[in-house]
């Protein structure tokens, strides 16, 4: 079982750079590929960015790519989003996920989600 709590959220201007944090618990989440994923009003849950075991490997979606950078610390059991040059199209609730399977960018196969952080980007 592993629980998490996305914070970092808030409300900022165009061109800004906010940084998501995801604390995790659970002593196996070394073991785990971890997700952002993010839900606009109106919107379906998209990706946003995933992260290996190790951090090893990464993958971003388009839309975000070399402006977001995911990373994480297994030590601190915590996973992070760092995103620069925000637009208001950036605007929705971004949830940290875990899974115990590859890496992937497929929702349906992360096991555990956090509740989520709001982000708002005005223009």
């Known amino acids: 079982q592993v629980q998490l709590v996305e914070s970092g959220g808030g409300l900022v201007q165009a061109g800004a750079s906010l940084r998501l944090s995801c604390a995790a618990s659970?002593?196996?989440?070394?073991?785990?590929?971890m997700g952002w994923f993010r839900q606009a009003p109106g919107k379906e849950r998209e990706f946003v960015a995933a992260?290996?075991?190790?951090?090893?490997?990464?993958y971003y979606a388009d839309s975000v790519r070399g402006r977001f950078t995911i990373s994480r610390d297994n030590a601190k059991n915590a996973v992070y989003l760092r995103m620069n040059s925000l637009k208001p199209e950036d605007t929705a609730v971004y949830y940290c996920?875990?899974?115990?399977?590859?890496?992937?960018?497929?929702?349906?196969?992360?096991?555990?989600w956090g509740q989520g952080t709001q982000v708002t980007v005005s223009s």
């Open positions: 996920a875990a899974g115990s399977g590859v890496l992937t960018t497929s929702s349906s196969l992360y096991d555990y």
């Open positions: 992260i290996n075991w190790s951090g090893g490997r990464t």
């Open positions: 659970g002593r196996t989440f070394s073991s785990y590929a």
